[in-house]
């Protein structure tokens, strides 16, 4: 299966998934998507309800966040580790990512918050 980089050039977040794929030998199609753009193609928002870059599709999965991408390339079979390493991405990881990414308040933020509330 052919993979697919969905991303905006000047990403730092495109650039590290696309770094990961350098790093691995791996071919992929690089999709332009400028998240800044007022209209975005509605296919591209059926991949990434956020709007954000990257996304990664690999035949039929569809993943984003770079974080989720990098784990996904480094853990699949031949694409940077031998099969009896290999560790499947399971749904509720791909699934729990936005609320990584969007949800989650870490300790710092909280203690600061409770720090200003006295």
């Known amino acids: 299966m052919a993979l697919v980089l969905h991303g905006f050039r000047y990403s730092v977040y495109v650039r590290v998934a696309r770094i990961v794929l350098a790093e691995k030998g791996l071919a992929y199609e690089n999709v332009e998507v400028d998240p800044f753009a007022p209209e975005m193609r509605i296919e591209y928002l059926d991949l990434h309800p956020f709007r954000r870059v990257p996304t990664l599709v690999d035949g039929e999965f569809v993943?984003?966040?770079?974080?989720?991408?990098?784990?996904?390339?480094?853990?699949s079979p031949g694409r940077g580790c031998s099969q009896r390493n290999h560790v499947t991405v399971p749904g509720w990881r791909k699934s729990s990512r936005p609320v990584d990414s969007y949800a989650y308040v870490s300790y710092s933020l909280r203690a600061h918050l409770g720090a200003l509330r006295g």
């Open 63 to 75: 993943l984003y966040e770079t974080e989720a991408i990098t784990r996904y390339i480094e853990a």
